[in-house]
């Protein structure tokens, strides 16, 4: 056999054994969706072989337990954390978990919650994972930081959802001995009603926010409640007496004499 074609065959498991590598290296910083050659098998479609199937979950605090709902304002964020939980072990090796989020419907974006440990998918405010695998607590389970910005058009009462894939691998350094389990969390995009506390018009289903308070548009004062007089197309809250005032309907007594004060009695006939 010419020297050639010898070293061609001792490299040859050299160069398989640095592919495998390479590949688990790649996957320890996370994987797109995209990757996935399966959709419904996920992680799974490469990692295998484990004997514990991860329980994983979506929750509203580093310690909580795992929610399928959760709320938000569309002018605010919400935070979550997900869990994975149950150990995938072998000699030697420190088992440690990795997982992929994504918003498979509905606006806004996904960011990491100052988890260093959250990276998102290069291009993408909808996708995120792992920047490395985090070991298991002695408990065998492992969070990430996470939040979801909801879109400040988002529809009221609009339901947005993600889905999260968690992994439990041994820590062997290959594709082996891992397995991983997925679950979705429904977040429902909420606006306030009128009369609720509001910092920016996003907040209130109106989209109106005056005075800090929502309120319905308007075009005359027949359009609001008794508490509250039409003021540039908004319900606003009538004056408390002391306040400065225009007409009488601004104010909460029915009076007003550039300020907003009580109806004079008239005196009774004697």
């Given at each position: 056999?010419?020297?050639?074609?010898?070293?061609?065959?001792?490299?040859?498991?050299?160069?398989?054994?640095?592919?495998?590598?390479?590949?688990?290296?790649?996957?320890?910083?996370?994987?797109?969706?995209?990757?996935?050659?399966?959709?419904?098998?996920?992680?799974?479609?490469?990692?295998?072989?484990?004997?514990?199937?991860p329980?994983?979950?979506?929750?509203?605090?580093?310690?909580?337990?795992?929610?399928?709902?959760?709320?938000?304002?569309?002018?605010?964020?919400?935070?979550?954390?997900?869990?994975?939980?149950?150990?995938?072990?072998?000699?030697?090796?420190?088992?440690?978990?990795?997982?992929?989020?994504?918003?498979?419907?509905?606006?806004?974006?996904?960011?990491?919650?100052?988890?260093s440990?959250?990276?998102?998918?290069?291009g993408?405010?909808?996708?995120?994972?792992?920047?490395?695998?985090?070991?298991?607590?002695?408990?065998?389970?492992?969070?990430?930081?996470?939040?979801?910005?909801?879109?400040?058009?988002?529809?009221?009462?609009?339901?947005?959802?993600?889905?999260?894939?968690?992994?439990?691998?041994?820590?062997?350094?290959?594709?082996?001995?891992?397995?991983?389990?997925?679950?979705?969390?429904?977040?429902?995009?909420?606006?306030?009603?009128?009369?609720?506390?509001?910092?920016?018009?996003?907040?209130?289903?109106?989209?109106n926010?005056?005075?800090?308070v929502?309120?319905?548009?308007?075009?005359?004062?027949?359009?609001?409640?008794?508490?509250?007089?039409?003021?540039?197309?908004a319900?606003?809250?009538?004056?408390?007496?002391?306040?400065?005032?225009?007409?009488?309907?601004q104010?909460?007594?029915?009076?007003?004499?550039?300020?907003?004060?009580?109806?004079?009695?008239?005196?009774?006939?004697?």
């Amino acid at each position: 056999m010419r020297q050639r074609e010898i070293w061609l065959l001792l490299l040859a498991p050299i160069s398989v054994t640095m592919l495998a590598s390479a590949t688990t290296s790649a996957y320890s910083v996370g994987t797109s969706t995209s990757d996935f050659t399966t959709a419904s098998s996920g992680c799974n479609n490469c990692h295998t072989g484990g004997n514990t199937t991860p329980t994983v979950g979506f929750a509203t605090s580093s310690a909580g337990g795992v929610v399928s709902t959760a709320s938000v304002n569309r002018a605010s964020f919400i935070n979550l954390w997900f869990a994975v939980t149950g150990a995938n072990t072998s000699a030697g090796n420190t088992p440690k978990a990795g997982f992929n989020v994504a918003k498979s419907d509905g606006g806004g974006s996904l960011s990491s919650n100052g988890d260093s440990l959250v990276r998102t998918i290069a291009g993408s405010g909808t996708e995120l994972t792992q920047s490395s695998s985090r070991a298991l607590s002695g408990g065998g389970s492992a969070r990430f930081a996470i939040r979801y910005t909801p879109s400040v058009a988002a529809t009221c009462n609009s339901t947005v959802t993600l889905r999260g894939w968690g992994i439990s691998v041994d820590g062997g350094g290959n594709l082996g001995g891992d397995k991983s389990n997925s679950t979705t969390i429904a977040i429902t995009v909420a606006c306030d009603v009128d009369g609720a506390t509001c910092q920016v018009n996003t907040m209130c289903a109106s989209g109106n926010c005056v005075g800090g308070v929502c309120s319905t548009p308007c075009s005359t004062d027949a359009q609001c409640t008794l508490s509250s007089y039409c003021s540039a197309n908004a319900c606003t809250p009538k004056h408390k007496d002391g306040v400065a005032c225009n007409t009488a309907s601004q104010c909460h007594l029915g009076s007003c004499d550039r300020v907003c004060r009580p109806r004079q009695q008239t005196p009774k006939p004697r």
